[in-house]
């Protein structure tokens, strides 16, 4: 069956992983779906990531460098603002993570035959072990399901239409260099649902100990940070939503009770 049409963006921020960045990279340029582009950003400048994607002579492969370091989500902003015009899907891949064989030839049939604005599928350790857990495939509130109730837990791997990040001028949260990533997925989930299907695309290793993830902040450190997600959320005009609020809440609480 032949794959269906369609140009995937990989956007892979990167920040002192050169040795697991090439596997992403690899992992990418080796798929058997070949429409895509690869748009790097390190936010590392001058510590060599530039050579190691330089051995790669792949006019699909975009890199770009921060003139300082500027946090995971303004080097995935970036990204966005690079994405071509003909792509119609977006995948963020971290550096350490990588791309199953036939991820986007699976992708595109998916999305063939159900082509929800945003698909969800799992993450895993093998294509045979996810370690993105639900009770079933379908359709699924971010906010609600994903964000408080986790009916799907664990990281997934998020296609993304293109035009709807266009259309609504959809960023990453800058101002927190915690990453928090899902205040951007929270604001996506105003305009659409997401569809899951609990199949595995990207493969990981799980985090390192030098991975942002790890990292135990403080009752103080968690607080400041509370509190920029509140300015970001007020400035994003989604302090309404009562789910913001339960989840804020839940947050708060757990900076309280968390100890050093």
């Not at 071509?84 to 550096?95: H, M």
Request: some cysteine.
């Amino acid at each position: 069956m032949p794959i269906p049409a369609m140009k995937f963006c990989i956007i892979t921020p990167t920040y002192k992983r050169q040795n697991t960045l090439r596997r992403a990279i690899e992992s990418v340029l080796q798929q058997s779906h070949q429409d895509l582009e690869m748009i790097i950003i390190n936010d590392n400048p001058n510590d060599g990531t530039a050579l190691v994607v330089s051995d790669y002579s792949d006019p699909r492969l975009i890199f770009l460098e921060n003139e300082s370091n500027r946090g995971v989500n303004a080097s995935r902003n970036r990204g966005l603002d690079t994405i071509s015009k003909d792509t119609e899907y977006v995948i963020f891949l971290d550096d350490d993570d990588f791309l199953a064989p036939n991820a986007l030839a699976d992708l595109a049939t998916i999305l063939e035959k159900t082509p929800y604005p945003w698909l969800l599928t799992a993450r895993g350790s093998t294509e045979e072990n996810p370690t993105t857990q639900t009770i079933h495939n379908g359709v699924f509130s971010y906010a609600h399901d994903y964000l408080l109730t986790r009916k799907i837990k664990g990281d997934a791997t998020h296609c993304i239409n293109a035009n709807l990040i266009r259309e609504h001028s959809l960023r990453f949260p800058t101002r927190i260099t915690q990453a928090e990533e899902w205040l951007f997925y929270f604001c996506l989930g105003r305009f659409t649902q997401m569809y899951y299907i609990a199949k595995v695309t990207t493969l990981t290793d799980g985090y390192s100990a030098s991975g942002l993830n790890l990292r135990k902040r403080t009752t103080r450190e968690q607080l400041h940070t509370l509190t920029l997600i509140f300015t970001e959320a007020r400035s994003r005009k989604i302090t309404f939503d009562p789910n913001f609020w339960i989840y804020f809440v839940l947050r708060t609480l757990r900076a309280f009770i968390k100890r050093k």
